[in-house]
T-cell receptor, first 113, second 114 residues
Framework: DAGVIQSPRHEVTEMGQEVTLRCKPI?????LFWYRQTMMRGLELLIY????????DSGMPEDRFSAKMPNASFSTLKIQPSEPRDSAVYFC???????????FGPGTRLTVT | KQEVTQIPAALSVPEGENLVLNCSFT??????LQWFRQDPGKGLTSLLL?????REQTSGRLNASLDKSSGRSTLYIAASQPGDSATYLC?????????????FGKGTKLSVKP
């Protein structure tokens, strides 16, 4: 199994531009999570899905952030418009049923200038 | 609200030492607790998962214990090696929510010197 796949690995963009981060979970996992990691705040859960349905998006910082999961093998996290304070590493993770732990992707390092 | 604390924030030890990393959480109602390793610029690698009904888990030189009633977990690393240098994160899955939802501590940055 290839593990959780994220793209791009690095993204540099200018303030005001739209950014789309992509994630492919491990096949057979029915939970998908988006996290953001910064030095100041550590790892924060943004949103998670179960069977492609968003369950809790209370961690999404504001309306500029949106996430979708159109099918079991693909999810996107979109920021529009992006701001410098969005600069962070964004991780996607997936989990099988019955609480058997989470498996993380390599992350996307986003820099907004 | 569940909070996870890891002490110390950083630790430096000479190669070969046995060491203990600490994790505490404020609400004992959890599904499980997971220890991760994160190398600089990389993602998280799961090390050990302890279900709420378990007391400990072992993998190679690593042993994690869980005392749910006191809200504590420890990660024991035997005979440390320079390759163990990384940040170690503890995370709990709160009961009452999704079993997959995790709340993370800020991590302990471990440096093992040759």
């Amino acid at each position: 199994d290839a593990g959780v796949i994220q793209s791009p690995r690095h993204e540099v963009t200018e303030m005001g531009q739209e950014v789309t981060l992509r994630c492919k979970p491990i096949s057979g996992h029915d939970y998908l999570f988006w996290y953001r990691q910064t030095m100041m705040r550590g790892l924060e859960l943004l949103i998670y899905f179960n069977n492609n349905v968003p369950i809790d998006d209370s961690g999404m910082p504001e309306d500029r952030f949106s996430a979708k999961m159109p099918n079991a093998s693909f999810s996107t996290l979109k920021i529009q418009p992006s701001e410098p304070r969005d600069s962070a590493v964004y991780f996607c993770a997936s989990s099988p049923p019955s609480g058997a732990g989470q498996y993380f992707g390599p992350g996307t390092r986003l820099t907004v200038t | 609200k569940q909070e996870v604390t890891q002490i110390p924030a950083a630790l430096s030890v000479p190669e070969g030492e046995n060491l203990v990393l600490n994790c505490s959480f404020t609400d004992s109602a959890i599904y499980n607790l997971q220890w991760f390793r994160q190398d600089p610029g990389k993602g998280l690698t799961s090390l050990l998962l302890i279900q709420s009904s378990q007391r400990e888990q072992t993998s190679g030189r690593l042993n994690a214990s869980l005392d749910k009633s006191s809200g504590r977990s420890t990660l024991y690393i035997a005979a440390s090696q320079p390759g163990d240098s990384a940040t170690y994160l503890c995370a709990v899955s709160p009961a009452g929510g999704s079993q997959g939802n995790l709340i993370f501590g800020k991590g302990t940055k471990l440096s093992v010197k040759p």
